[in-house]
């Protein structure tokens, strides 16, 4: 979704500038900032480009909260505002991917058990992560490929085999090499052979998941979180996703990794689900990627989410 807030401040009669100050930047339009005290100056930035808000000084604001200080309404006022100056993707008329080069889905040859005696090295592998193999096997149905394991020409030997599925259905898959130090840590289903593009949807099991959900980046963050999370296959996540998510839940706690991307991409989901109505929280888990937690502190970090919040 994208606010035209630009249009907003005209008609509002909000001033604001893109140059000609100190504290302007380019792709910027600055104001006072409403929500700190201190030096006068232009300290409030739209990001124009990507809809958001930050202040030098006091750091990133939710949309809804920076117009409703602007226009001195309230947080729902705010949120009516600003969804008339929604430019919105209708998910209706999404183009579909070409299917002209399309292929029966398939998997990758010689797939084997994810137990000590077919794949001892990576259950090896699953054990020095902290994770538990059996209950991986039982909850994600994961599997490993064997080391003469191939795709279409491509070597897919010695991974973790992640399926995904959609509607009880395998639609896709990753699959996540044991060799710390293979260049290409995962590979994928071609995409001409997926049954439906993972952007599509989001990672987890449905049956699991209730008027709360838990957002991460991937697949390995559920594996660890559990599957009351759900995964969005990267921080770039798709307008049918974004879709999907308002459409599940009431509220979402977005658990991106605290790199500069995952920041970044985490902020802007917050702030779009907002504007749809969705309660959502950005929470941080001390600079690290939730599949590097412990699992003892990864389970309390799930039911401290969940109980505090029913």
């Given at each position: ?97 070409e299917t002209e ?8 040859t010689n797939l ?22 059996s209950k991986l ?174």
């Amino acid at each position: 979704m994208k606010i035209n807030f630009i249009q907003l401040l005209h008609d509002y009669n909000i001033p604001y500038q893109t140059s000609g100050h100190k504290h302007c930047r380019k792709g910027w339009a600055n104001m006072p900032c409403p929500f700190c005290t201190g030096n006068p100056g232009l300290h409030l930035g739209l990001n124009i480009k990507y809809s958001y808000w930050y202040c030098w000084r006091c750091g990133y604001k939710k949309a809804d909260a920076v117009i409703a200080k602007l226009l001195n309404v309230s947080i729902n006022q705010a949120r009516d505002i600003i969804r008339k100056y929604a430019t919105i993707v209708t998910f209706d008329k999404i183009v579909e991917e070409e299917t002209e080069n399309k292929e029966p889905f398939k998997l990758p040859t010689n797939l084997l058990p994810l137990d000590q005696e077919h794949s001892p090295y990576h259950i090896k592998y699953l054990l020095k992560r902290n994770f538990d193999p059996s209950k991986l096997v039982k909850e994600w149905n994961l599997q490993a490929t064997g080391p003469a394991s191939m795709l279409n020409g491509l070597k897919f030997s010695n991974r973790i085999f992640i399926p995904i599925y959609w509607n009880g259905e395998m639609v896709s898959y990753q699959a996540r090499s044991i060799n710390p130090k293979n260049e290409v840590r995962y590979l994928f289903c071609p995409k001409n052979m997926e049954l439906i593009n993972p952007k599509d949807i989001l990672y987890g099991n449905p049956e699991y998941w209730s008027d709360i959900g838990i957002c991460v980046e991937g697949v390995t963050d559920v594996l660890r979180l559990g599957p009351c999370a759900f995964a969005t296959f990267g921080v770039n996540y798709s307008i049918k996703q974004l879709k999907l998510m308002t459409m599940l839940f009431k509220k979402i706690f977005v658990l991106y990794d605290d790199d500069k991307a995952g920041l970044e991409a985490g902020d802007k989901l917050v702030n779009e689900l907002n504007m749809y109505g969705v309660e959502a929280e950005r929470i941080h888990i001390g600079g690290g990627d939730p599949a590097d937690l412990s699992q003892e502190d990864a389970d309390k970090l799930v039911k401290n989410l969940l109980e505090n919040n029913a």
